[in-house]
């Protein structure tokens, strides 16, 4: 069964820090890259950071610089560590499986997502 579970987030002052985690499924965790996402009110989801499977990041440019992902292959569990927060990082963040079949085909699973607000 595929399940992704994200926690860590909730209210933070402008300038705070929070970490976000979310634990996966191990059929779904390994060997794929994991990646952050973010959707805040009436826009579009956002690429926020990936991590490949050997842990090299790659981050989107509205939060580099001010994240860090990381992954725990030992506890199926994917990191993001945000700081200097701002208001206009408040979010629905999601996590998200990336895997890619033998034709190619790059699937997508999601977690349920966990509200972040950034606000004094």
């Known amino acids: 069964q595929v399940q992704l579970v994200e926690s860590g987030g909730g209210l933070v002052q402008p300038g705070g820090s929070l970490r976000l985690s979310c634990t996966a499924s191990k059929s779904i965790f390994s060997g794929n890259a994991m990646g952050w996402y973010r959707q805040a009110p009436g826009k579009q989801r956002e690429l926020v950071a990936l991590i490949s499977t050997v842990g090299n990041p790659n981050y989107a440019d509205s939060m580099k610089g001010r994240s860090t992902i990381s992954r725990d292959n030992a506890k199926n569990t994917v990191y993001l560590q945000m700081n200097s927060l701002k208001p206009e990082d408040t979010a629905v963040y999601y996590c998200?499986?990336?895997?890619?079949?033998?034709?190619?085909?790059?699937?997508?699973?999601w977690g349920q997502g966990t509200q972040v607000t950034v606000s004094s």
């Open positions: 998200a499986a990336l895997t890619i079949n033998k034709q190619g085909t790059v699937s997508t699973y």
